[in-house]
């Protein structure tokens, strides 16, 4: 006895791929495509690029050089992962699950490394990560009523975020050490609009949930007294 039941097997005693198991393995498979493993990969290059960021004491050009790589690897992965997966359809519960959490993790990472190293005021760092924390939290207390679309700015926030701290992890010196203030001033101005953004559209999609909730309450009571 092979122990399978005959609607997975088809009657044969040998599954088939129609049946139960043959979904299982399909399902687990699709957990394997290029947009999971790149999500992997940046995961995987967070402690690494701790490493590298703190070798040395920390101050080393040379580690921070092989910091900044691991970091761009990370930040590159970030924007096809995402691209894949929309584009051909290898969007996974996995996937909407890490991809997130690896973002979040090489960004937090390198804003605590940066602050513990004395190059990055730890304002900003927490500026930075309350706001990726508070939306997030505030995405998941409204998704009942609906999802919050990533806008523009949001986009541009990312781009500024990732090319600051780029910088800040390079050890720069002279004009461009200066340049990198500024673009951080940019990240971090872009950080906090865009959150209030978020804050309002949340708002607004609440309140528009809570109204079509109360009108279809109200509908369906007065059919029920019809």
């Not at 394997?32 to 960021?53: D, Y």
């Not at 992890?169 to 340049?179: D, H, K, N, S, V």
Request: glycine content about 12%.
């Amino acid at each position: 006895m092979t122990g399978v039941p005959a609607s997975a097997t088809g009657g044969t005693g040998r599954p088939s791929p129609g049946g139960k198991l043959g979904s299982a393995a399909v399902n687990q498979a699709s957990l394997w495509n290029i947009a999971n493993i790149l999500t992997m990969i940046r995961l995987l290059l967070v402690p690494g690029f701790v490493v590298l960021m703190l070798a040395g004491g920390g101050y080393d050009p040379a580690w921070r050089a092989w910091a900044w790589a691991a970091f761009a690897v990370a930040m590159i992965t970030d924007v096809f992962d995402g691209h894949l997966a929309r584009s051909y359809n290898l969007v996974t519960d996995f996937g909407k699950i890490a991809d997130p959490i690896a973002d979040k993790a090489i960004m937090g990472a390198a804003l605590i490394c940066l602050s513990s190293l004395g190059d990055l005021p730890w304002w900003v760092t927490g500026v930075i990560l309350g706001r990726e924390l508070g939306i997030t939290l505030l995405r998941f207390i409204v998704i009942r009523y609906g999802v919050i679309p990533a806008s523009r700015g949001g986009k541009m926030k990312t781009l500024a975020q990732g090319t600051a701290v780029g910088m800040y992890i390079l050890a720069l010196t002279g004009p461009l050490a200066t340049l990198r203030w500024w673009v951080m001033a940019v990240a971090v101005a872009l950080t906090v609009l865009t959150g209030l953004d978020y804050v309002r559209q949340a708002v607004v999609l609440r309140r528009a949930g809570i109204a079509e909730s109360k009108a279809a309450a109200q509908a369906s009571a007065g059919a029920a007294e019809k």
